[in-house]
T-cell receptor, first 113, second 113 residues
Framework: GENVEQHPSTLSVQEGDSAVIKCTYS??????FPWYKQELGKRPQLIIDIRSNVGEKKDQRIAVTLNKTAKHFSLHITETQPEDSAVYFC????????????FGAGTRLAVHP | EPEVTQTPSHQVTQMGQEVILRCVPISNHLYFYWYRQILGQKVEFLVS????????KSEIFDDQFSVERPDGSNFTLKIRSTKLEDSAMYFCASSRGVNNEQFFGPGTRLTVL
């Protein structure tokens, strides 16, 4: 069945360092890959997304890369700040479905001042 | 900026009781979803709804669950006979189209005693 694996489950960095979170998807028909940030007790909020016809996308300190052959995609956060601390979820949407998001298990990122 | 809203924010019920969770999606969106998140776990897809009918549902969405769009603005999730394991945060989401950003509501925390 459809599955998204996400690593690491926790990540601790010093302020100013970079953070990388990696995901692997199983459904080769997946064509849309959003990343959500969830602060404690809050709703998931989209921070960046990428479609399968693009290999990389950047928005200020955040970038996402996609390797369709390997079925990997990654989130890169540069110059991390304490307010980046949250749980980050990757997700995948299959072109054969009706837009359901299959989420990874999440990465708890802690940025220490 | 328009947002998805949900009521109530917290619902406590006895096992076996029926609950209705309510959502108001963003007004020009056409696709509606319910997801759930058991405490400390990932977000799981329950059901998607388009053109006044269910377009896809997960294995979690069994006969105890139903969804309805009773008017032009509300989207509801009904659990007919709640079980202890239904305790979770339930998120409603909506999107303009397929492979568009899904906007999440603030969630309803359901506690089944």
């Amino acid at each position: 069945g459809e599955n998204v694996e996400q690593h690491p489950s926790t990540l601790s960095v010093q302020e100013g360092d970079s953070a990388v979170i990696k995901c692997t998807y199983s459904d080769s028909a997946s064509n849309y890959f959003p990343w959500y940030k969830q602060e404690l007790g809050k709703r998931p909020q989209l921070i960046i997304d990428i479609r399968s016809n693009v290999g990389e996308k950047k928005d200020q300190r955040i970038a996402v890369t996609l390797n369709k052959t390997a079925k990997h995609f990654s989130l890169h956060i540069t110059e991390t700040q304490p307010e980046d601390s949250a749980v980050y979820f990757c997700a995948a949407v299959s072109s054969g479905g009706y837009n359901k998001l299959i989420f990874g298990a999440g990465t708890r990122l802690a940025v220490h001042p | 900026e328009p947002e998805v809203t949900q009521t109530p924010s917290h619902q406590v019920t006895q096992m076996g009781q029926e609950v209705i969770l309510r959502c108001v999606p963003i007004s020009n969106h056409l696709y509606f979803y319910w997801y759930r998140q058991i405490l400390g776990q990932k977000v799981e897809f329950l059901v998607s709804f388009y053109n006044n009918e269910i377009s896809e549902k997960s294995e979690i969405f069994d006969d105890q669950f139903s969804v309805e769009r009773p008017d032009g603005s509300n989207f509801t999730l009904k659990i007919r006979s709640t079980k202890l394991e239904d305790s979770a945060m339930y998120f409603c989401a909506s999107s303009r189209g397929v492979n568009n950003e899904q906007f999440f509501g603030p969630g309803t925390r359901l506690t089944v005693l």
